[in-house]
């Protein structure tokens, strides 16, 4: 006797259920040649669905053998088995399980994206079926616009689509009223008599009549098997057909393109608009809290800095306070003659000595408690401080004692906010002062306090009027370009110490306060961006939990794409695309988020600074955020039983 084309021998298949075990089909040997119309009948409960499930490679037997072919099943990769659903067998099942956001030529092309066939021509193929099948002009209808019977020939032109020699009717009348019944049954016919094998599962002895050949099955076993003299006739000359047909090798169809899986990926997002949204809404928030923050730190970083220069980052500052310090004249030994002797060491280029003192201050009938600055006329030159209005004072009015002031705009707008200061009279604890000069604002130094609340007098004239005694509170000094600020202060330092005969001060630079605080604002940026990489995190597990809800929403979908041919691998590449997709498109409007929240920020005076890493950082999280935690629904749906799936109402 020749091979069959579809052979089980002494086929079991057992369910464990608790402690019992349940036999679905127990000792079942059966022959399907080519060509043949087999009806397989039974009852609820009979194994009939589970044998469908065998045959076409949904399931494997618990024991015994089944060929394919001359192909034994059990020895095949999941790949393999994907290819002979894919090219062999073509399903028509009960409830059509068509996909309800496809036209019905999608629908029906939809197996051969699994073929690696291009889109052109599926979908002309796919019109040619559903013309052929009378349903010319609904091409373009969904399901939901369809009949029955119109959805069940749609169901039977994506069986054809991939070239199927053997169709696999599940109840394919089942559903349907009288007339629609026998159309679908008529096309069956059709396919039969151009020489497609039809295994048809039913419990209706009228729609089993339409066969051929009539197997009865009961509790797992087969009852009966009969076939009528043309079915004898028909078996013969395929048999014969068989015994010279050669056994090729069963080669696994290439992947679906990446191009293809994302308009796969991008058509089921699209149909699920608002999942997808709450998807995208995690990523946005924690893509565009990256950029918020990092455009935060980085504003207040280079506000930082900015303030620096404004002070002078070539400065040095001489103040009171060195090692073992305890006795007062020790903190007031800081005196002019060290600003005197200072000023001769090579590369100081410019010296201000100063003092200042907390006092009120009294403008007509206002009052206010600023800060006094007693300095010699170099510090306008030292701190590159420029005059809004009015003049600085000199050497001149320091000779005479001339009782002058240059105030800051914070005092300005404190005693004459209606008036302009030059010319007018501030009294200064008992001595009266004429403003000779208003600066230009500075803003906010970097430890915070405000540059512009200060009046500035002569050091001679504040040593008779004011402040009293010849120490000093600080030495500014400005070091001349191309010197060594390091050597520049080793000197200074060894200078002052040998004519005070030990150290009662420190010496410090702006380089050092600028890395010292470029620091802090490094830390405090990195904790903003880790607070706000938080969020993306956060984001990303949203994203795993709205991917997990989609896979269990479209288990029938996934069933239906497996038992339609599609591998595992396809499955995980498209739910993988589609998290890399949401993860892409979330990282894109992410950043576009946090760039106009940063600008609405900005325009609170809020310093902010835009730069192309930290955005280029913060989209390449979300996309690995979208892959990593994509992950887990893409191997859960290409795991997918599609047994279960398609049983699913």
């Not at 087999?38 to 499930?53: D, R």
């Not at 009378?134 to 009949?147: D, M, Q, V």
Request: proline share 3%; glycine share 8%; hydrophobic share 45%.
């Amino acid at each position: 006797m020749s091979a069959a084309f579809i052979e089980l021998k002494e086929v079991c298949r057992y369910y464990q259920s608790g402690d019992s075990e349940l036999k679905a089909l127990d000792q079942v040997n059966l022959r399907i040649n080519k060509g043949e119309f087999v009806a397989i009948m039974g009852q609820s409960g009979s194994g009939k669905s589970t044998l469908m499930n065998l045959l076409g490679c949904l399931d494997k037997p618990t024991s015994g053998e089944y060929l394919v072919n001359g192909f034994s099943v059990s020895d095949l990769s999941q790949d393999q088995e994907s290819a002979l659903r894919l090219s062999t067998f073509g399903f028509v099942f009960q409830r059509y399980q068509l996909l309800g956001n496809y036209t019905a030529q999608e629908n029906a092309a939809m197996p051969a994206i699994y073929r690696a066939a291009g889109y052109e021509e599926r979908m002309q193929k796919a019109a040619d079926l559903l013309a052929r099948l009378g349903l010319a002009g609904r091409e373009l209808n969904r399901p939901s616009e369809l009949s029955g019977g119109q959805q069940q020939r749609v169901s039977i032109a994506r069986a054809l689509i991939n070239g199927a020699e053997v169709i696999l009717a599940d109840e394919p009348t089942g559903a349907l009223d009288s007339e629609s019944g026998q159309q679908v049954l008529s096309l069956l016919k059709e396919l039969h008599a151009e020489g497609v094998t039809i295994i048809l599962i039913t419990h209706d002895a009228e729609v089993a009549a339409h066969a051929q050949r009539i197997i009865k099955i009961k509790d797992g076993r087969i009852e009966s098997d009969q076939n009528s003299t043309e079915a004898e006739t028909d078996v013969t000359a395929i048999e014969a057909d068989n015994s010279s047909h050669g056994h090729s090798q069963i080669n696994p169809y290439p992947n679906i393109s990446i191009l293809e899986s994302i308009k796969t990926s991008l058509t089921s997002l699209k149909a699920n608009w608002f999942r997808t949204f709450l998807t995208l809404l995690g990523i946005i928030i924690g893509v565009g809290s990256v950029v918020l923050m990092m455009a935060i730190g980085e504003g207040s970083k280079k506000q930082v800095l900015e303030r620096i220069q404004a002070m002078g980052s070539d400065l040095m500052i001489v103040i009171p306070g060195g090692p073992n310090i305890r006795k007062r004249e020790d903190w007031t030994s800081l005196k002019v003659a060290d600003a005197n002797l200072v000023k001769e060491i090579e590369g100081v280029e410019i010296v201000a000595p100063e003092k200042n003192a907390q006092t009120t201050m009294r403008a007509g009938n206002r009052d206010y408690n600023g800060k006094v600055l007693a300095t010699y006329p170099e510090y306008k030159a030292v701190r590159t401080w420029e005059m809004a209005s009015g003049v600085f004072f000199t050497h001149e009015d320091m000779r005479e004692l001339a009782p002058v002031a240059v105030i800051g705009e914070t005092v300005a707008q404190m005693l004459f906010p209606d008036r302009d200061p030059i010319g007018q009279y501030v009294f200064l604890k008992k001595s009266q002062f004429q403003i000779i000069g208003l600066l230009r604002s500075k803003g906010a130094s970097p430890n915070g306090d405000d540059m512009d609340d200060v009046v500035l007098v002569p050091f001679s004239t504040a040593k008779v009027k004011l402040l009293g005694g010849d120490h000093l509170g600080r030495i500014t000094i400005k070091v001349a370009e191309g010197y060594d600020k390091q050597l520049v202060k080793n000197q200074v330092t060894a200078a002052i110490t040998a004519r005070q005969g030990r150290q009662t001060f420190r010496v410090r630079t702006m380089d050092s306060f600028s890395q010292t605080l470029t620091k802090t604002q490094e830390t405090l940026t990195l904790l903003l961006g880790s607070v706000a990489a938080i969020s993306l995190i956060v984001g990303g597990i949203g994203v795993m939990n709205i991917m997990l809800v989609s896979v269990s929403e479209r288990r029938r979908e996934i069933g239906l794409r497996i038992a339609t041919g599609a591998k595992p691998s396809d499955i995980m590449r498209q739910f993988n695309i589609e998290a890399l997709v949401v993860g892409a498109f979330g990282g894109a409007l992410g950043v576009l988020f946090g760039i106009l929240v940063a600008l609405a920020v900005g325009a609170f005076n809020v310093a902010i600074s835009f730069s192309l890493l930290p955005a280029l950082i913060a989209f390449s999280s979300a996309v690995v955020v979208g892959l990593v935690f994509g992950h887990t629904p893409a191997r859960k749906a290409a795991n997918l039983d599609p047994i279960r799936a398609l049983s699913e109402e």
